[in-house]
């Protein structure tokens, strides 16, 4: 036992293995990722969720102490994702001792804590000292949230992993996945998740707007449907040798 526990907790690739999960190659690229932030372009239903939950699950398990924190746009979406750590939690050979469970938290024996919130800012400033940051829909989650959990890694060291479908040429996600610095990308479209058919993606493809699928399965970062401007457009429109128009000195 002592043995399992140990290859467990040096790979989260063999924890995953304990849970019954076979991961796909990016995905067991991600659970052993060693850095400290991670983009996830992952297109519907490429089990980005079920990789993070486990994730999640696998540092409150083997780093006591611990606090992770699971972002997310809506209530009920905190509650979708928090569920694919409960569903890891309750496939474990042995239960670990829980001192708090409920639908949007819980703290082990080890005092390490996971707390699944909703994209809201005024409830997570409070926290500091994360381990992990899991910010889940990133490009749905506003701007001023994501810059209100970063400074919850300052003394901590802690990891950020921002996951998401795009959603348009603005906000974070976009901004982090084209300029930011010091991040590790995985980009994963429908044609690279074995679970999606061909047939499948046909029908989608023939059935919504191209924005959607785009955005939704191939991971591109395409125009919103409401804007009057592209994004090259706005862009090739600053200039840094325009001085600002200041109105009422």
């Known amino acids: ?3 399992t526990d140990l290859t467990a907790a040096l790979d989260p690739v063999a ?3 304990s849970l019954g999960f076979t991961p796909d190659p990016w995905q067991a690229h991600a659970l052993r990722w060693n850095g400290k932030r991670l983009l996830l372009n992952c297109c519907r239903q490429s089990g980005k969720s079920s990789t993070a939950g486990i994730l999640a699950l696998h540092r409150a398990l083997f780093y006591p102490g611990s606090l992770i924190l699971l972002v997310s746009p809506s209530l009920r979406q905190s509650s979708e994702l928090f569920r694919k750590v409960q569903d890891a939690l309750s ?3 042995q239960q670990p001792s829980l001192q708090e469970d409920n639908k949007l938290s819980l703290t082990l024996e080890n005092r390490s804590r996971i707390v699944s919130l909703p994209s809201t800012e005024a409830t997570i400033r409070g926290f500091s000292g994360a381990a992990l940051i899991i910010e889940d829909e990133a490009a749905r989650v506003g701007d001023e949230l994501y810059f209100a959990v970063r400074p919850m890694l300052a003394v901590s060291g802690g990891k950020l992993i921002l996951m998401s479908t795009p959603f348009g040429k603005r906000g974070h996600f976009f901004r982090e996945w084209t300029e930011g610095q010091a991040w590790e ?3 994963i479209t429908a044609h690279d998740c ?4 061909a047939e499948f993606l046909q ?4 059935a919504m707007p191209d924005f959607f699928y785009q955005s939704e399965y191939l991971g591109s970062f395409t125009e ?3 804007q009057v401007f592209t994004y090259e457009q706005v862009q090739n429109a600053i ?3 325009i001085e600002p128009l200041l109105i009422g000195d």
């Not at 074995?194 to 058919?197: C, D, T």
């Open 1 to 3: 036992m002592i043995r």
């Open 15 to 17: 924890f995953a293995a």
């Open 91 to 93: 496939k474990l050979e």
């Open 185 to 187: 990308r995985i980009k």
């Open 194 to 197: 074995p679970r999606i058919s």
């Open 203 to 206: 029908e989608e493809k023939a």
């Open 224 to 226: 919103t449907v409401d």
């Open 239 to 241: 200039s840094d040798d």
